[in-house]
């Protein structure tokens, strides 16, 4: 622990010696444009990979930048940063090389993160027939990737905060990002709120008297082979 202090008491000097009221500043409030919804990782480093700035971006990580509606923690973030901070846009961030994702293609038992990691292996449910099709597993590591961001957003998008804020006059837009650590570029996956209209005659993203004819499956299946 001596050399987190002593790296904290360089960093002030750093700091100060850059603005002497740099941590005045930082007392006056916070404005964040960006939620962050990213994974545990070390390796990845929010404010660094973004390049923004302290007060810029609000952030919350968890174990493979989960959206589950059961998580009182992560809910409580996305309503004080829709609510509270006003925050314009929502980034679900994943990477690839990912533990929690290769961990949820395994075939072996690793104890109470199991019950976490059975929400990754939903998301393979989901698209079992892609999956089918895709004979290299690294190919197919890096595809489970994308496909958790996908379906976090789409978990985002579900959420009552979120479907409240599609009614106000600014709602916050969503976005899947997948970070390359290889590389250190972020990939954007194109999510499109879109996508989640044929869904909306059960989440009703759209209001209450809104009304939509339900899907055939016929979409579903020709979007579940569309590799981005």
Known sequence: MLKIFENNRKWVQEKLAEDKNYFKKLTTGQKPEYLF????????????????????????????????????????VLQYAVEVLKVRHIM?????????????????????????????????????LEFLRIKD????????????????????SKTSIIQ??????????????????????????????DEIKRFEHIYGIHGENHTAEPNTGEEETVDILKVS
């Not at 919804?37 to 929010?46: E, H, L």
């Open 137 to 156: 597993e690294g190919e197919k590591f890096r595809r489970l990737v994308e496909l958790n961001v996908i379906e976090q957003v789409r978990n985002l």
């Open 164 to 193: 409240n804020a599609m009614h106000s006059e600014n709602p916050p837009q969503l976005h899947g990002l997948v970070y390359d650590i290889g590389e250190g570029l972020l990939k954007d996956l194109n999510w499109k709120m």
């Open 92 to 128: 679900v961030v994943g990477h690839y090389g990912c533990g929690g994702v290769a961990a949820a293609m395994e075939d072996k038992e690793h104890g109470l993160i199991d019950n976490w990691l059975t929400n990754i292996r939903d998301v393979v449910r989901l698209h079992e």
């Open 37 to 76: 919804i990213g994974c545990a990782d070390s390796r990845i480093q929010a404010s660094e990979i973004t390049g923004t700035g302290p007060g810029e971006m609000f952030v919350h990580r968890n174990i493979a930048n989960m959206v589950v509606h059961t998580d009182i923690n992560m809910l409580s």
